[in-house]
């Protein structure tokens, strides 16, 4: 079977367990748009300065709800000892790998897509650069995913693993939520050239990232 | 498939403590032994699932110690867990199961006769029963006709029906070129469908009943005469 049809086999499955259980519908959402609609609470006096800080409390809440989402894709593999039957498979460990992160992406981008809706109406935010929007969103979350699904699986064996994968998640996803917000900043604003440097770093981290859990990933899900 | 001085860690615990095992080509092996002995994990270190820290292992001619993951398209487990995933159906999870494997969607279908889901193809796995759940994992093994097929207690939970097609299974397996190795505490059924006995103990195996066990001098449900 060739890689991508492998990587579609994974992502297949993914996808269809989570409309199944709608996990991320029933809770990542909501719980995205609560820490959003906190931080909304917690600036209220100041509407002004909510708008001007939309970006970065969008991109804190996708990091949060993203935490979630991939914690929920590593309890579906230990569930029944799935995660045995995925290494029994014979499917290779990059395209066990790049179908998760495949399934994961399209979830986050989902979310994104109604939280960024929640931003403009509860932040009042004006959407000047929709294509640097675009572009930006999806590479941070290409590298959100990624990156996700490496320390999801370095987790999965361990009976702490929904308090480790934040821990170690957030702080590499660190330069993501940077560049995203200053790429976001500059599409609200209708300035793309300054967007264009932060989404080039925000595609080479998914780059980097896809590339190290291609390399890595077979051998962390053996030993997880 | 060879076994020399093998031993697997489970932690800082020896599961296995060194244990030399020869199993030939075709073959029915009972794996006996009492709780803790190390029977799972002698069937997890051949399907590669459990690292091997020393000794030989060789299986279906792949050195575990290099590589343990090439042979495992060839082989099925059948664990006490199904492998499955909660949220898909019994056909969804068993077609995930064959294609990852190569095989084709038809060949799910036959599996699920063969062991009797097919009235429950369309049900979720969470809403089975526990006999089903056996059932399903046991279809799990099968669908990638393995060369290796490892059984772990796969008895245990299932209907008078489900035991006698099992049976069938284990029995009619040699014939169509496939090595059965099956761990069970159920000794007198699976001895009248085995060719040899191994008694495992302490993480070693500790005798070897080398011929078929006719009923008459069975060995006893406590590993042999």
Same mark, same amino acid.
């Given at each position: 079977? %060739?890689?991508?049809?492998?990587?579609?086999?994974?992502?297949?499955?993914?996808?269809?367990?989570?409309?199944?259980?709608?996990?991320?519908?029933?809770?990542?959402?909501?719980?995205?748009?609560?820490?959003?609609?906190?931080?909304?609470?917690?600036?209220?006096?100041?509407?002004?300065?909510?708008?001007?800080?939309?970006?970065?409390?969008?991109?804190?809440?996708?990091?949060?709800?993203?935490?979630?989402?991939? %914690?929920?894709?590593?309890?579906?593999?230990?569930?029944?000892?799935?995660?045995?039957?995925?290494?029994?498979?014979?499917?290779?460990?990059? %395209?066990?790998?790049?179908?998760?992160?495949?399934?994961?992406?399209?979830?986050?981008?989902?979310?994104?897509?109604?939280?960024?809706?929640?931003?403009?109406?509860?932040?009042?935010?004006?959407?000047?650069?929709?294509?640097?929007?675009?572009?930006?969103?999806?590479?941070?979350?290409?590298?959100?995913?990624?990156?996700?699904?490496?320390?999801?699986?370095?987790?999965?064996?361990?009976?702490?693993?929904?308090?480790?994968?934040?821990?170690?998640?957030?702080?590499?996803?660190?330069?993501?939520?940077?560049?995203?917000?200053?790429?976001?900043?500059?599409?609200?604003?209708?300035?793309?050239?300054?967007?264009?440097?932060?989404?080039?770093?925000?595609?080479?981290?998914?780059?980097?990232?896809?590339?190290?859990?291609?390399?890595?990933?077979? %051998?962390?899900?053996?030993?997880? | 498939?060879?076994?020399?001085?093998?031993?697997?860690? =489970?932690?800082?615990?020896?599961?296995?403590?060194?244990?030399?095992?020869?199993?030939?080509?075709?073959?029915?092996?009972? =794996?006996?032994?009492?709780?803790?002995?190390?029977?799972?994990?002698?069937?997890?270190?051949?399907?590669?699932?459990?690292?091997?820290?020393?000794?030989?292992?060789?299986?279906?001619?792949?050195?575990?110690?290099?590589?343990?993951?090439? /042979?495992?398209?060839?082989?099925?487990?059948?664990? /006490?867990?199904?492998?499955?995933?909660?949220?898909?159906?019994?056909?969804?999870?068993?077609?995930?199961?064959?294609?990852?494997?190569?095989?084709?969607?038809?060949?799910?279908?036959?599996?699920?006769?063969?062991?009797?889901?097919?009235?429950?193809?369309?049900?979720? /796995?969470?809403?089975?029963?526990?006999?089903?759940?056996?059932?399903?994992?046991?279809?799990?093994?099968?669908?990638?006709?393995?060369?290796?097929?490892?059984?772990?207690?796969?008895?245990?939970?299932?209907?008078?029906?489900?035991?006698?097609?099992?049976?069938?299974?284990?029995?009619?397996?040699?014939?169509?070129?496939?090595?059965?190795?099956?761990?069970? /505490?159920?000794?007198?059924?699976?001895?009248?469908?085995?060719?040899?006995?191994?008694?495992?103990?302490?993480?070693?195996?500790?005798?070897?009943?080398?011929?078929?066990?006719?009923?008459?001098?069975?060995?006893?449900?406590?590993?042999?005469?």
């Amino acid at each position: 079977m %060739s890689l991508a049809r492998e990587v579609w086999l994974v992502a297949g499955k993914d996808l269809r367990v989570e409309a199944r259980s709608r996990v991320t519908l029933n809770q990542v959402l909501p719980f995205g748009a609560v820490v959003l609609l906190l931080f909304a609470f917690a600036l209220d006096p100041d509407r002004g300065l909510l708008s001007e800080v939309a970006p970065g409390l969008f991109w804190v809440a996708v990091l949060l709800a993203a935490v979630l989402a991939v %914690s929920r894709s590593f309890a579906v593999e230990a569930e029944h000892g799935a995660i045995d039957g995925l290494r029994l498979s014979g499917l290779d460990g990059a %395209s066990v790998f790049l179908g998760k992160t495949l399934a994961i992406a399209v979830q986050l981008l989902l979310l994104e897509l109604v939280l960024g809706i929640g931003v403009v109406v509860f932040y009042d935010t004006a959407v000047r650069s929709v294509a640097v929007l675009v572009l930006a969103g999806v590479a941070a979350t290409v590298g959100i995913a990624a990156t996700g699904t490496l320390f999801g699986v370095l987790a999965a064996g361990l009976r702490t693993r929904e308090t480790l994968v934040p821990l170690l998640l957030l702080p590499i996803v660190a330069p993501v939520m940077l560049g995203a917000t200053r790429a976001f900043e500059a599409g609200l604003d209708g300035v793309p050239s300054e967007a264009w440097p932060w989404v080039q770093l925000l595609a080479l981290f998914a780059v980097l990232y896809l590339g190290v859990g291609v390399l890595a990933f077979g %051998s962390l899900l053996e030993d997880a | 498939m060879r076994l020399r001085a093998a031993v697997c860690l =489970l932690g800082r615990f020896p599961a296995l403590a060194g244990t030399d095992l020869d199993v030939h080509e075709r073959e029915v092996l009972l =794996l006996s032994g009492p709780n803790g002995a190390g029977k799972t994990t002698l069937l997890r270190l051949l399907a590669g699932l459990v690292r091997l820290r020393s000794g030989k292992a060789e299986v279906l001619g792949v050195d575990l110690a290099r590589d343990r993951r090439s /042979h495992r398209r060839r082989l099925g487990f059948m664990g /006490h867990d199904t492998l499955c995933y909660d949220d898909l159906t019994v056909r969804e999870n068993l077609r995930f199961a064959t294609r990852s494997a190569g095989a084709t969607a038809a060949t799910a279908d036959d599996v699920l006769t063969r062991v009797g889901l097919e009235e429950q193809a369309d049900v979720a /796995h969470q809403r089975l029963s526990a006999g089903q759940c056996r059932r399903l994992s046991l279809a799990v093994a099968l669908s990638r006709s393995p060369d290796l097929l490892l059984l772990d207690e796969p008895h245990a939970g299932l209907d008078p029906a489900g035991r006698s097609m099992l049976d069938s299974v284990i029995s009619e397996a040699p014939s169509a070129g496939t090595t059965v190795i099956v761990a069970s /505490h159920e000794t007198e059924r699976v001895r009248s469908l085995a060719d040899r006995e191994v008694r495992i103990v302490g993480g070693r195996a500790e005798r070897a009943v080398l011929e078929r066990p006719s009923v008459d001098s069975a060995p006893s449900a406590e590993g042999g005469p």
